[in-house]
């Protein structure tokens, strides 16, 4: 199927000042990245920043207003086909025909992407076994299960042994314990297969938990670029956060003292990242009570991945919001037909 | 070679599903059989110029309305595909966006000629005889015209958002459609500037030969070979468009 390797490739995807306008509304802006081959790599952002739209593009989906990529090695403006045969997509809303069985949906992708029949049958057979799909294999995706649909997706998408895999927001609007499960399968499947996978989500702990490296979006701009791990770490301490009535006279007074350099208002309350806060937290509390502000909580936390999302694109990264748009692309499915 | 396998996967798809709503299949027969049996007898005694029997003369108008219908409709109906996203999976696929036009067009043809088969029977009910030649001859003829008009879906779709337009599409679209193409009466008896847009209108050339093949001898508007070419190059006129359509990147 897929043999061509580019001697040069260094990058499963690198991207050149990649920039897609829509009318006035800046999409992207000018998105510069690279990613590694075996890589996972999730691309985190608020709803509109930009996630889909560079994923699209990178899919030859939508093609940029301005600047290129390479995937694979190929050109997303002039090798679109060779772009195609070399990706598999699973997509943000499902894309499945529900009046087709699974196997039915798989053997229509293989033909697409001239897999000969006998090589796909095994395959099939393979991916489903590796979903837990085997034994649904031939009931029609009406009677599937979220979740089910979900895994389906992944294994159709694996099916032509793509060497990058897109996962735009694969486990939204899933419950928690459907979500672990497919974490694991995708887990599973890129090891297996040893493909790199490019990822957006908009949950913290699915990033923290299944990407090597992560890219933090906003407004169309890549705001960092780094592994989990050295993202927390450069937030050093730890993460206070202090609810009151007047966070923004809070943040005033707070300037008043040494170690205070790092606070911001976030969604009313007030946030502070400190080294030994164990220790200064009495300091603050003292610092309201002669202000006379009245404080509501205070609590200390180690930093994770939402803490740095909040650092570097000042939101709260809302799963609420996700599943909110879902619902409405459910409330469109159950109104259809 | 490879693409042709795709046309086919494709087509299979659509037959596929065709064949998995039966209850599409039956409620899409209700509307001709009640056109035939209950306006085509309640008609029976109009004199019409050049018509003898009102219910023979109006069967081959009856079956190219089917065609019509059915066509557009499953045309149409890539807004479901696109809407349940289905669609992405097609387009992001390896596959020419002519591909993907025409087998479309061929699944959705098939529904349409497998409708336009179940009515033929019917014909016997109103006392008309096909002899296997005259089915023979409906074959190519449906199959021509139920290509073009799928991609007259195809094409409506491109311009709806969703399938609330639908309506409109209908009495804009499909009922001036069937009503000057001289389903339901014959073209020379209508006004001149009727029959003008009988003229422009591609239906009207199909069921004229869908009539002068289940009543041959029936003399036909134009010599038979240049209504075949009409609808030769309609049904290809249209696919062009839908390709082209289809590989604009939004």
């Given at each position: 199927?897929?043999?061509?390797?580019?001697?040069?490739?260094?990058?499963?995807?690198?991207?050149?000042?990649?920039?897609?306008?829509y009318?006035?509304?800046?999409?992207?802006?000018s998105?510069?990245?690279?990613?590694?081959?075996?890589?996972?790599?999730g691309?985190?952002g608020?709803?509109?920043?930009?996630?889909?739209?560079?994923i699209?593009?990178l899919?030859?989906v939508?093609?940029?207003?301005s600047?290129?990529?390479?995937v694979?090695?190929?050109?997303?403006?002039?090798q679109?086909?060779?772009?195609?045969r070399?990706?598999?997509?699973v997509?943000?809303?499902p894309s499945i025909d529900?009046?087709?069985?699974?196997?039915?949906?798989m053997?229509?992708h293989a033909?697409?992407?001239?897999?000969?029949?006998?090589?796909?049958?095994t395959?099939i057979?393979?991916?489903?076994?590796l979903?837990?799909?085997?034994?649904?294999?031939?009931?029609?995706?009406?009677?599937?299960?979220?979740?089910?649909?979900?895994?389906l997706?992944?294994?159709?998408?694996?099916l032509?042994?793509?060497?990058?895999?897109?996962?735009?927001?694969?486990?939204l609007?899933?419950?928690p314990?459907?979500?672990?499960h497919?974490?694991?399968?995708?887990?599973?499947?890129?090891r297996?297969?040893?493909?790199?996978?490019?990822?957006?989500?908009?949950?913290m702990?699915?990033?923290?938990?299944l990407?090597?490296s992560?890219?933090?979006?906003d407004?169309?701009?890549?705001?960092?670029?780094?592994?989990?791990?050295?993202?927390?770490?450069a937030?050093?301490?730890?993460?206070?956060?202090?609810a009151?009535?007047?966070?923004?006279d809070?943040?005033e007074?707070?300037k008043?003292l040494s170690?205070?350099?790092?606070?911001?208002v976030?969604?009313?309350t007030v946030?502070?990242?400190l080294?030994?806060a164990e220790?200064?937290?009495?300091v603050?509390v003292?610092?309201a009570s002669?202000a006379?502000?009245?404080?509501?909580?205070?609590?200390?936390?180690?930093?994770?991945?939402?803490?740095?999302?909040?650092?570097?694109?000042?939101?709260?990264?809302?799963a609420?919001?996700a599943?909110?748009?879902?619902?409405?692309?459910?409330?469109?499915?159950?109104?259809?037909? | 070679?490879?693409?042709?396998?795709?046309?086919?996967?494709?087509?299979y798809?659509?037959?596929?599903?065709?064949?998995?709503?039966?209850?599409?299949?039956?409620?899409?027969?209700i509307?001709?059989?009640?056109?035939?049996?209950?306006?085509g007898?309640?008609?029976?005694?109009?004199?019409?110029?050049?018509?003898?029997?009102?219910?023979?003369?109006?069967?081959?108008?009856i079956?190219g309305?089917t065609?019509l219908?059915?066509?557009?409709w499953s045309g149409?109906?890539?807004?479901?595909?696109?809407?349940f996203?289905?669609?992405k999976?097609?387009?992001?696929a390896?596959?020419?966006r002519?591909?993907i036009v025409?087998?479309?067009?061929?699944g959705?043809?098939?529904s349409?000629?497998?409708?336009?088969?179940?009515?033929?029977?019917?014909?016997?009910?109103?006392?008309?005889?096909?002899?296997?030649?005259?089915?023979?001859?409906?074959?190519p003829?449906?199959?021509?015209?139920?290509v073009g008009?799928?991609c007259v879906?195809?094409?409506i779709a491109?311009?709806?958002n969703?399938m609330e337009g639908?309506?409109?599409i209908?009495s804009?679209?499909i009922?001036?459609?069937f009503f000057?193409?001289?389903?339901?009466f014959p073209?020379?008896?209508?006004?001149?500037?009727?029959?003008?847009?009988?003229y422009?209108?591609?239906?009207t050339y199909?069921?004229?030969?869908?009539?002068?093949?289940?009543s041959?001898?029936t003399?036909t508007?134009?010599p038979?070979?240049?209504?075949?070419?009409?609808?030769?190059?309609?049904a290809?006129?249209?696919?062009?468009?839908?390709?082209?359509?289809f590989?604009?990147?939004?």
């Amino acid at each position: 199927m897929y043999t061509a390797i580019t001697m040069k490739q260094v990058y499963a995807i690198e991207t050149f000042a990649l920039t897609k306008r829509y009318g006035k509304i800046l999409a992207l802006d000018s998105l510069d990245l690279k990613i590694r081959p075996g890589e996972i790599f999730g691309l985190l952002g608020p709803n509109g920043a930009g996630k889909t739209t560079a994923i699209s593009m990178l899919c030859t989906v939508n093609s940029p207003t301005s600047g290129t990529a390479l995937v694979n090695g190929f050109d997303i403006r002039r090798q679109a086909g060779k772009v195609r045969r070399s990706i598999g997509i699973v997509f943000q809303d499902p894309s499945i025909d529900d009046r087709l069985t699974g196997r039915e949906n798989m053997m229509l992708h293989a033909t697409l992407y001239d897999i000969s029949a006998p090589v796909a049958r095994t395959r099939i057979n393979e991916l489903l076994g590796l979903v837990g799909l085997i034994d649904r294999a031939d009931s029609p995706m009406k009677t599937y299960s979220g979740g089910m649909r979900r895994r389906l997706e992944l294994a159709r998408g694996l099916l032509h042994s793509p060497r990058v895999l897109f996962l735009d927001e694969p486990t939204l609007g899933l419950d928690p314990q459907t979500r672990q499960h497919l974490w694991s399968h995708i887990e599973e499947l890129a090891r297996k297969s040893n493909i790199t996978v490019i990822l957006t989500t908009h949950y913290m702990e699915e990033a923290e938990r299944l990407c090597s490296s992560v890219g933090i979006i906003d407004s169309g701009r890549i705001k960092i670029v780094d592994t989990p791990a050295n993202l927390i770490g450069a937030l050093q301490g730890d993460v206070v956060t202090v609810a009151t009535a007047k966070p923004d006279d809070f943040l005033e007074r707070l300037k008043e003292l040494s170690f205070t350099h790092q606070a911001e208002v976030v969604d009313g309350t007030v946030r502070l990242h400190l080294s030994d806060a164990e220790k200064k937290v009495p300091v603050i509390v003292e610092l309201a009570s002669a202000a006379g502000i009245e404080l509501k909580s205070v609590s200390i936390h180690k930093p994770t991945l939402n803490d740095v999302f909040l650092y570097y694109t000042g939101k709260e990264i809302r799963a609420e919001e996700a599943e909110n748009e879902m619902r409405k692309v459910m409330r469109v499915v159950s109104r259809g037909r | 070679m490879s693409e042709l396998r795709k046309i086919g996967a494709l087509w299979y798809r659509e037959v596929l599903r065709y064949w998995r709503e039966k209850s599409r299949i039956v409620s899409s027969l209700i509307l001709p059989v009640l056109w035939l049996l209950v306006f085509g007898s309640g008609m029976r005694n109009v004199q019409l110029p050049g018509v003898d029997n009102y219910q023979t003369f109006i069967f081959p108008g009856i079956l190219g309305m089917t065609l019509l219908f059915t066509s557009v409709w499953s045309g149409v109906s890539i807004i479901w595909d696109r809407e349940f996203g289905f669609l992405k999976e097609i387009m992001v696929a390896p596959v020419s966006r002519t591909a993907i036009v025409v087998g479309k067009a061929l699944g959705s043809g098939t529904s349409a000629l497998v409708q336009g088969f179940i009515l033929l029977p019917l014909s016997m009910l109103i006392g008309i005889r096909l002899d296997p030649q005259s089915i023979l001859l409906l074959i190519p003829i449906m199959i021509l015209l139920a290509v073009g008009l799928v991609c007259v879906g195809l094409l409506i779709a491109s311009l709806m958002n969703s399938m609330e337009g639908f309506n409109f599409i209908m009495s804009l679209v499909i009922m001036p459609m069937f009503f000057t193409s001289g389903a339901l009466f014959p073209i020379s008896a209508a006004p001149g500037w009727l029959q003008v847009f009988s003229y422009f209108n591609p239906l009207t050339y199909g069921v004229d030969l869908l009539r002068w093949a289940t009543s041959r001898g029936t003399a036909t508007a134009l010599p038979v070979y240049a209504e075949t070419i009409i609808l030769m190059g309609f049904a290809a006129a249209m696919i062009a468009a839908c390709s082209y359509t289809f590989s604009v990147k939004k």
